[in-house]
């Protein structure tokens, strides 16, 4: 389904605010749903999911961590008279990690949109545009400062260096040495940045012109309308259970 990218701001800000609002696991259960059927009608690719495994034992294991901390509820593994872990523990772990994926899936609506219509979007929102200039630049500067230390990383392979077997007490002077000219090399850009954008007289006139432009369609309107209508039936229905 092709909408307008302000639909799928909408979206993906109910889905945001309904995750970190409900803590019940059955709650959460029925917004991932809701929002894994919103990723297959947006045609979102479902092969992002594969990154994921690995967040799925760094969650359970947080799930079981977060659960010692919970006192209420039945034991479920008591040492002697202390409780490691209860079932009102286990149910807020779960949480955790449903917020997590809710949280997640949304963002990954997001994934295929184009990066000028998205700020375009912004701008229509009445955003203002400074804020939505350094959003813009923190996306372009995301994949050059993960290519540039990519690179270190690969220079320090050439030499033969194995990261793996750096002594504990190494590790922070090795980090800092390899980060150090990384985040230099972003403030050397970033002062470049601030002397063109004067150049060409950047904020000099009070309103901006685009080449493209966005428009919402009536699927749009009906998307959103469908949108809202569910959220408050699903908070109606939980308020009354």
Not at 25 to 53: A, D, H, S
Request: with cysteine; hydrophobic share 55%; net charge positive.
């Amino acid at each position: 389904m092709q909408v307008d990218i302000r639909t799928k701001l909408l979206i993906v800000a109910i889905f945001s605010a309904l995750a970190l609002v409900y803590q019940n696991p059955l709650i959460l259960g029925i917004i991932l749903l809701l929002n894994l059927l919103t990723v297959i009608l947006f045609r979102v690719p479902l092969q992002i999911f594969r990154e994921f495994k690995g967040f799925i034992y760094m969650y359970a294991v947080l799930m079981v961590i977060q659960s010692f901390f919970v006192r209420d509820g039945e034991p479920l593994l008591q040492l002697g008279n202390i409780y490691l872990l209860t079932t009102d523990g286990v149910l807020y772990g779960i949480s955790i990690m449903l917020r997590f994926f809710i949280l997640a899936c949304s963002g990954i609506i997001l994934l295929n949109c184009n990066t000028s219509e998205l700020i375009l979007a912004l701008v229509k929102l009445r955003i203002p545009y400074e804020i939505v200039f350094m959003i813009q630049v923190g996306i372009r500067f995301i994949p050059v400062f993960m290519g540039e230390l990519q690179n270190i990383f690969h220079g320090i392979q050439l030499r033969g260096v194995d990261l793996r077997r750096v002594y504990k007490r190494k590790v922070l002077k090795v980090y800092v040495s390899i980060f150090s000219p990384v985040i230099y090399s972003v403030l050397q850009k970033a002062e470049k940045l601030s002397i063109l954008l004067e150049l060409r007289g950047f904020r000099k006139s009070p309103a901006r012109t685009y080449y493209r432009d966005i428009s919402l369609s009536r699927i749009d309107y009906v998307v959103m309308t469908l949108s809202l209508i569910v959220t408050v039936a699903l908070i109606y229905a939980v308020r009354n259970l």
